[in-house]
């Protein structure tokens, strides 16, 4: 594909795309300003020595040198770990808010595969290396892997997050500007590496909600996971008037589940994925390990309508 | 050659083969890495070449993919790890501390022959038609979609962490149990202190390698599961212990190139190291501290963001011995007598790429930063700084500095300075742009790339011309130095440790006499004179 039509990389053509790359930036200034000023003295001091202590020169003044020399360490082992302590909050300050997403963040489905992105929006949407987002909404994408571990990059908003097989990640941004920018896969994945890239279009909200309508849907991400749901059986358990006691699965999105163990974990995207894969892994409290494990039986592109679907029961009961 | 050495004592090849002594030992693993540091070249020199274009019409992604694996597995393992270590260290170790050989010759041989069949194992899987993992081998990639020679690849390698761990233990044994009468701890000269705490890195940490590479190969042959998400299995708990390992191996690596700079600062400024001891804890704070800090390379892999807090941390004090090192070394040329022999040239070099690769590893230790320019080329030039622009350069300038001993020839000093001025010049002029690269996004292990790279790409690659030619250099004018270079006297530099009171090249049992220590290292007049260590 071309980049030739795309805006160009970097601080130094874009700033500020979103609100955290305007402060990662910043930080990234600060790393530079201080490494600047380390390395002046240093080269300065290096040039000084090397000319005026040179051996040729034996009128330089070599009188009284410094014989103690702990007051100097302890002096620059202070002053370096206070200058690093700085750059370290800086850091973790910005990287804990990265990790944060906002409650009302609008989830987009993307499972990474070799060599391709392909995104699922919540009304049935499919796209392939292409990821279409409304302008200044939070966006909180949930992502998986089928098979090896990639990762997704976005340079311009500076932010990544690796997309690792048998795990759900999360990342979120909020675009401040509308445009088109580069997706890449950052972690190395094989042949094909290297072309696995596409494109974020950020568009205004009407034109996005345009867009969405003028994609061919074949029923909402939920609608899908429904059927699904029926096809692969699941319903006979968990459906309505089943014989068989498994688990309400109405309103359980979010809700807090207590655990055969005794332990009680919240009924999150990543819950749900493992309990449809691995089931023996986390028993409900007061239920039989009865179901089969649909590992290998179901693909991450099944598991996304699924787990849509399963989210999408919470609605009687009240989302999160 | 008619006076009695070590070269010159026996010549038979069976002489060589079957020897004991640590310095013929030192001689055999300078021409194993040389061959190896060759190999990892020529493949940088086709990545190069490749990435002069953004399209990638030189070779396939399949053939790129198998050239910046077995670069990263040939140098790493084959070349920077037993660089100084196994060539200087054997060498010099005995030497510096008046033995007459290491605690364990024999295993020290042994480890040769260990570390020969690891590299002749891994180039056998090259021949046969490589291996596309990354030097990394991440799970699942390695286990269940590589298509290439992972597992015999990963057999070298295995069997090459053996080596090392012989070394490690022939250094500490030997640095406890050898030496002369009056070397008391706080009198071995740095290079030693630095060479005991890559000495335990290596025995404490090689043998996590070993057992992650055989769950590794389990996995992939019998299907073991440990990685494996749909058995149960976690690909992450292979980072963790891959880095467990490959994080403290990069003070495996760079100490031993800190601890030649406190010698080369030392006897060219003709002034003792400033702040002996706390550059000799540095060392050993270094090699424990580095234990807790392998999170950093998995700040975007889905740990958890707390253990990214306690990993970032932990790697901004990690720096905090190294800066110590770095303004020690400025302030020992303070008020000193300054000579700038090619070693020197090479250590000066050393304490500015060196703290440039530091600096950037701030970059990298920052957690909001990381996320941006972590898997980019930003990464790629601050290990290069490291690796080469550290440990290669400090490697260098050892390699000329003891050249005399080692061979009783001296190098011929102009062509050492010219090819020590243009590997600083290429050196920059290859690894530069990278930095460039990373910050405006770059991903690394492309084999294509969007065209706007391409100028940087150009720069770096013409770099690396001059780089391939400035390392080529040395075994042309050290090849011919064998032959016709002048005579070594015992002690060309003045400098004052015990391996400069022996003769050059020093007879097969070093010492006639064990010599006794009556004073600290690195001791000169005022007016620079030179006081060995046992005068």
């Given at each position: ?22 402060s ?11 490494s ?19 051996a040729?020169?034996?009128a ?13 360490e ?5 002053a ?29 489905y ?37 098979d ?23 990342l979120w941004f ?19 590496h290297s072309r ?22 074949s ?6 996971g ?16 089943a ?20 332990s ?27 179901m089969?494990s ?13 787990v849509?679907y399963?989210?999408s ?5 009240g989302?999160? | ?6 070269l010159t004592?026996d ?8 020897t004991?002594?640590?310095k013929?030992v ?15 070249g ?10 002069i ?5 030189l070779?396939?992604?399949d053939v ?7 670069h990263?597995?040939v ?11 196994n ?12 033995a007459?050989?290491l ?5 020290n ?15 056998y ?7 596309d ?5 991440y ?6 979609y590589?298509n290439?020679?992972?597992v015999?690849a990963?057999?070298g ?9 012989l ?8 640095i406890?149990?050898?030496?002369a009468p ?6 071995l000269p ?11 890195i ?7 390698l ?5 769950l590794?190969t ?9 990685f494996d998400p749909?058995?149960?299995g ?15 191996a ?12 406190s ?31 392998w ?9 958890s ?9 932990m ?10 090192k ?12 300054i000579r ?49 622009g ?8 050892g ?9 009783g ?14 590997i600083?010049?290429?050196f ?11 910050v ?11 065209p ?12 690396a011309?001059?780089?391939a030619?400035?390392?080529l250099l ?16 015992a002690n ?27 004073r ?16």
């Amino acid at each position: 594909m071309s980049f030739g039509s795309l805006r160009h990389f970097g601080p130094f053509r874009s700033l500020g795309e979103t609100a955290h790359a305007g402060s990662v930036d910043l930080l990234f200034g600060g790393l530079v300003a201080c490494s600047a000023l380390v390395l002046a003295l240093l080269f300065f001091l290096l040039l000084r020595f090397s000319i005026h202590y040179r051996a040729g020169n034996a009128a330089a003044d070599r009188d009284h040198r410094i014989k103690k020399s702990w007051h100097w360490e302890v002096a620059w082992t202070a002053a370096t770990l206070a200058v690093f302590l700085a750059l370290f909050v800086w850091g973790a300050q910005l990287y804990l808010e990265l990790q944060n997403t906002p409650k009302d963040a609008l989830p987009i489905y993307v499972v990474a595969q070799q060599w391709m992105w392909k995104v699922e929006h919540l009304g049935g949407q499919r796209e392939i290396n292409e990821l279409h987002v409304p302008l200044g909404a939070s966006i909180r994408l949930i992502m998986s892997s089928q098979d090896v571990i990639h990762s997704f990059f976005i340079p311009e908003f500076r932010i990544k997050h690796d997309v690792v097989p048998g795990a759900t990640e999360n990342l979120w941004f909020r675009s401040r500007r509308a445009g088109v920018f580069h997706l890449l896969c950052a972690e190395y994945c094989g042949t094909d590496h290297s072309r696995m890239t596409g494109r974020v279009v950020v568009m205004e909200p009407a034109a996005f909600e345009q867009w969405l309508k003028q994609q061919d849907v074949s029923g909402t991400l939920a609608g899908q996971g429904e059927a699904l749901f029926r096809q692969l059986g699941c319903s006979g358990c968990h459906g309505a008037g089943a014989s068989i006691r498994a688990p309400a699965l109405d309103g359980l999105y979010g809700k807090p589940v207590p655990l055969s163990d005794g332990s009680i974990t919240v009924a999150d995207d990543a819950y749900i994925r493992d309990a449809i894969l691995r089931p023996r892994a986390q028993i409900a409290a007061g239920y039989e390990p009865l179901m089969p494990s649909y590992e290998g039986k179901i693909s991450e592109y099944e598991l996304v309508p699924l787990v849509a679907y399963i989210k999408s029961l919470a609605g009687s009961a009240g989302a999160p | 050659m008619t006076e009695r050495n070590y070269l010159t004592v026996d010549n038979t090849l069976r002489s060589w083969f079957f020897t004991t002594d640590h310095k013929r030992v030192a001689v055999l693993y300078f021409a194993g890495i040389t061959l190896f540091f060759f190999i990892g070249g020529a493949a940088a020199t086709v990545i190069r070449l490749e990435l002069i274009e953004p399209q990638g019409h030189l070779v396939t992604s399949d053939v790129y993919n198998r050239l910046f694996t077995i670069h990263g597995v040939v140098m790493v393992w084959f070349f920077l790890i037993p660089s100084i270590p196994n060539t200087l260290g054997n060498f010099i170790v005995p030497l510096m501390i008046g033995a007459r050989d290491l605690a364990f010759p024999r295993l020290n041989i042994a480890s040769w022959y260990v570390f020969m069949l690891g590299g002749a194992v891994t180039l056998y899987a090259v021949f046969m038609g490589g291996i596309d993992t990354g030097w990394t081998f991440y799970t699942p990639f390695s286990t269940m979609y590589s298509n290439s020679y992972v597992v015999l690849a990963v057999a070298g390698v295995f069997i090459a962490g053996f080596s090392s761990i012989l070394t490690g233990l022939n250094f500490i044994v030997t640095i406890h149990t050898l030496r002369a009468p009056g070397l008391y701890w706080y009198r071995l000269p740095l290079f030693l202190w630095s060479l005991y705490a890559t000495s335990a890195i290596l025995v404490l940490a090689t043998p996590v390698l070993a057992m992650t590479l055989l769950l590794m190969t389990l996995d992939r042959v019998g299907g073991l599961g440990i990685f494996d998400p749909a058995r149960g299995g976690d690909p992450l708990l292979f980072q963790h212990l891959f880095w467990f390992y490959s994080h403290p191996a990069v003070y495996i690596m760079i100490l031993p190139g800190m601890g030649v700079v406190s010698e080369l600062v030392a006897a060219f400024s003709r002034k003792a190291v400033f702040g002996y001891k706390f550059v000799a804890w540095a060392s050993l704070a270094i090699a424990a501290v580095g234990f807790f800090v392998w999170g950093h390379h998995m700040f975007v892999s889905g740990q958890s963001p707390f253990a990214g807090l306690v990993f970032s941390f932990m790697s901004f004090v990690v720096a905090v011995p190294s800066a110590i090192k770095v303004f020690n070394w400025t302030a020992t040329m303070h008020k000193g007598w300054i000579r700038f022999d090619a070693p020197m040239l090479y250590a000066l070099a050393f304490i500015g790429l060196f703290t440039i690769g530091g600096l950037t590893g701030l970059f990298l230790a920052c957690l909001a930063y990381d996320v941006y320019v972590t898997d980019t080329y930003f990464v790629v030039a601050h290990f290069h700084y490291i690796m080469v622009g550290g440990m290669v350069t400090a490697y260098f300038g050892g390699l000329h500095y003891w050249w005399p001993k080692i061979t009783g020839r001296m190098y011929p000093e102009y062509w050492a300075r010219a090819a020590a001025i243009l590997i600083f010049f290429g050196f920059n002029m290859t690894f530069f742009p990278q930095f460039i690269l990373g910050v405006l996004g770059m991903p690394r292990r492309y084999h294509v790339y969007p065209p706007e790279f391409q100028v940087w790409h150009v720069m770096s690659s013409a770099g690396a011309s001059i780089l391939a030619v400035a390392y080529l250099l040395p075994l042309f004018y050290l090849g011919w130095s064998l032959f016709f270079g002048a005579r070594a006297a015992a002690n060309p530099w003045g400098a004052t440790g015990l391996e400069w009171q022996t003769p050059s090249p020093p007879p097969p049992e070093n010492f006639a006499l064990t010599p006794e220590i009556r004073r600290n290292p690195y001791q000169y007049t005022h007016d620079g004179e030179a006081v060995p260590q046992n005068a």
